[in-house]
């Protein structure tokens, strides 16, 4: 059984719910606009792309034949374009593959009508189901396989929040909920309001103690899968960024402490260390750091990503890739978490994380 996980970030209200074309189960990202871009999303090896191995294998949603395709987009508040947005043009070339595709998308964070930049979370029960038919129609579908709330407002109980997608649940216009970024305590809490099938979390060689530990132990004791983000810690184990030089004048890791110059340059003795491991495994350094969090547990789903086809075909060949416990040990001390320099995110994005 095998799933095939896409994402697609975009600028520009509902181009992060437009679908790519597919070949086999190798999807093709689209490009994005030009244009300020998500907070989250990147040029290059951006975070979202492909996984092709076991996805959310321990929940229902991921109980499918090998091969099925799974959409995963991000819901967006409009920018100041006017009107209402018009479903997404995806939505009648792939109307008849809809029930071969799992589709996921998120909301809970507004963005400012002027520029666009991430605003207030909101996950109060009132947005809820107004955010899923604000993507319901963006993405021209019926149902949503995987809704997830992108960020908790620790000004609103969980329990409001989850309480509110239940019922998106019952009323047939979700399958299946997931959170992200949250505690294993809020993740206990939401589990015992209605079954939590996935928790988004970013997880990578870079950024491990974040999920290995409680919050980890607790999705397993639930039976919850991880979806890893970011998994190439931003583009940096691709070996694709050396300098400040490499980010173009709005890309959003400019304003992220893991990429100022002086921390620019201490991670980059990480990543080479990463890259001589790499080649005695014999793949890229991005193929590395991809099959490790593989062999992490079937219940890991990593999902990077990119809009070029050449490094999405280098990721999915990562799921053939077989690591040794030698080789994820190597690969493991090459990056000691405490030599990472920088945050992986500013101050302020900070506080809306682990609640």
């Known amino acids: 059984m095998a799933v095939t996980f896409l994402g697609v ?5 509902g181009v992060g719910e437009d679908a790519p074309s597919a070949r086999r189960r190798i999807v093709r990202a689209r490009p994005a606009r030009s244009g300020t871009r998500h907070p989250e999303e990147q040029p290059g ?3 979202w792309s492909v996984s092709d191995r076991h996805a959310l294998r321990r929940r229902p949603v991921g109980k499918s034949a090998g091969g099925r395709r799974h959409h995963r987009t991000a819901g967006r508040t409009p920018r100041c374009r006017g009107g209402s947005p018009a479903p997404a043009p995806h939505a009648k070339r792939h109307a008849r593959e809809r029930d071969r595709m799992i589709v996921a998308t998120k909301f809970g964070l507004r963005h400012d009508a002027s520029t666009g930049r991430v605003g207030d979370v909101d996950t109060s029960a009132d947005y809820v189901p107004l955010a899923c038919r604000d993507s319901l129609r963006r993405l021209g579908v019926e149902h949503i396989d995987l809704y997830y709330a992108h960020r908790r407002d620790p000004a609103t109980p969980v329990e409001e ?3 509110a997608m239940s019922r998106l649940v019952a009323a047939g216009l979700v399958r299946h909920i997931g959170l992200s970024e949250v505690s294993a305590a809020t993740l206990r809490t939401a589990h015992a ?7 988004q979390v970013e997880y990578s060689l870079f950024t491990r103690g974040v999920v290995e530990g409680e919050l980890l132990a607790t999705c ?3 039976g919850i899968a991880v979806v890893a983000y970011s998994p ?3 583009g940096m184990l691709t070996g694709a960024v050396s300098s400040r030089g490499d980010l173009g004048p709005d890309d959003n890791r400019r304003r992220w402490p893991r990429f100022a110059d002086e921390n620019i340059r201490r991670n980059l003795t990480l990543v080479q260390a990463v890259r001589e491991v790499a080649e005695r495994i014999g793949c890229s350094p991005a193929q590395a750091a991809l099959a490790w969090l593989l062999a992490e547990g079937d219940d890991i789903v990593p999902i990077p990503g990119t809009k ?7 990721n999915v060949a990562a799921v053939a890739l077989s690591l040794t416990g030698a080789d994820r040990d190597l690969l493991r001390r090459a990056v000691p978490e405490e030599a990472v320099a920088g945050e992986r995110y500013p101050e302020s994005a900070l506080k809306r994380l682990g609640h």
Do not use: Q
């Open 9 to 13: 970030h975009g600028a520009g209200h």
């Open 308 to 314: 070029r086809r050449r490094y999405l075909e280098e």
């Open 45 to 47: 090896h951006p975070e």
């Open 161 to 163: 929040t989850v309480g």
């Open 193 to 199: 309001v209605h079954p939590i099938s996935a928790v």
């Open 232 to 234: 190439l810690g931003r």
């Open 220 to 222: 397993r004791d639930l």
